[in-house]
């Protein structure tokens, strides 16, 4: 996610880092690679400019030029601006007042609008609302049964008068059935359609005025740069919109659209789609953001990851077995199916600070296809294989690798592996091995 602007942008600051003493002169050099890395993740020509200028007018000011660490004070008043260039804070969904909330979908064909009127949805049920997901897109063949299908995954009601009635009256007897039923939030799934499209667009007016929906919220792709941008324009020139979802935020190695869209359309980024999954949808957190694009991690993210797919009583007993050096292959096993259901492992090292720096993680390719194969050769192994693995020999090696399609270098890797792992924390027997576990207790804990 934005590699490329993070790579470029830290490496211009970096110059800055650690330097005893600056001259306005260095702030201008780090300043003019800012605003090219800027330019180049295809971020608004007008945001760059005026970006730079509050960036410079704050560095270059007596208080940060006298400091002893002007540099670091340099790259804190980036990450600040950066923040407030892309919301300042999380802009959470309006929900309050009389029940049914209606959350409106709107966007352009192939955005991703209907995919994302499904993770929000699920993502509203775990919070422990009652949504009902309405399809309303009559144009677009097997639409209506894209989101039927997407609800019976998510377990969410769906609402649906077929493809022969209109959207209008579709979304005002969605609303009466959720008052009926229970349902306290509605999400309409509209048709995709060009802001050029002036029926269309009419027709959205027309169920925002039926409806009035308390978010109105364009799916935009993020992929798209620019273009995005003037999309936003054009929509909340018709409709009182008032937020994104931004969709393939994962693909994204720029970030022109996400850095550029609130400054020019005045409308936050809600939730972000960072994968194909049901529940690659997040919470857009601009400073958690800013922190990522800088290299300093994203340590709350993370941490909010484990306590949603890990189990709090499996983390306490694995925290046990790890101080006395005492957990096998199932234990192992586990843990890496746990750790899995976070998300892909490239993004979870992102978020670690100092791993996430410019270079940190270039060229490291985290393979899945690894952990697939760890899974298979211990999935291979007998229960008394798995408790002990000091009685895995030659034969059993032979037949481990065959059961599980690896060779038996890869066998042999792995019980390497797990015994340097059992080595290493029964040395951590003192203050710095309390320490350590401490850190992996917090994790998955607290």
Known sequence: MFSNLAEKLQTALGKLRGRGKLSEKDVDEALREVRLALLEADVNFRVVKDFVARVKERAVGEEVMQSLTPGQQVIKIVHEE?????????????????????IM???LQGAGKTTSAGKLAGLLRRQGHRPLL???????????????????QLNVPVFSLGDKHDPVDIAGAAVSHARAYGNDIVIIDTAGRLHIDDELMEEL???????????TLLVLDAMTGQEAVNVAERFNERLELTGFIMTKMDGDARGGAALSVKAVVGKPIKFVGVGEKLDALEPFHPERMSSRILGMGDVLTLIEKAQAAVDQEAARKMAEKLRTADFTFDDFLEQMQQVRKMGPLDQLLGMIPGLSGAG????????????????????????????????IKGSRRRRIARGSGTKVQDVNRLLKQFEQTKTLFKQLGGKGGRRARGMFARLFQS
């Open 82 to 102: 950066l923040t407030e260039l892309m919301g300042g804070s999380h802009a959470r969904l309006q929900l309050t007042g009389r029940t049914p909330h209606v």
């Open 105 to 107: 979908m709107v966007g």
């Open 205 to 215: 007016e027309r169920i925002a005025a039926d409806v009035e929906p308390k978010e």
């Open 134 to 152: 309405v399809a309303a897109d009559v144009y677009r063949p097997a639409a209506v049964k894209q989101l039927q299908v997407l609800g019976e």
């Open 360 to 391: 940190q993680l270039k060229g490291l390719q985290v393979d899945e296809k690894e952990l697939v194969k760890m899974e298979a050769i211990i999935r291979s192994m007998t229960p008394e294989e798995r408790a002990n693995p000091s009685i």
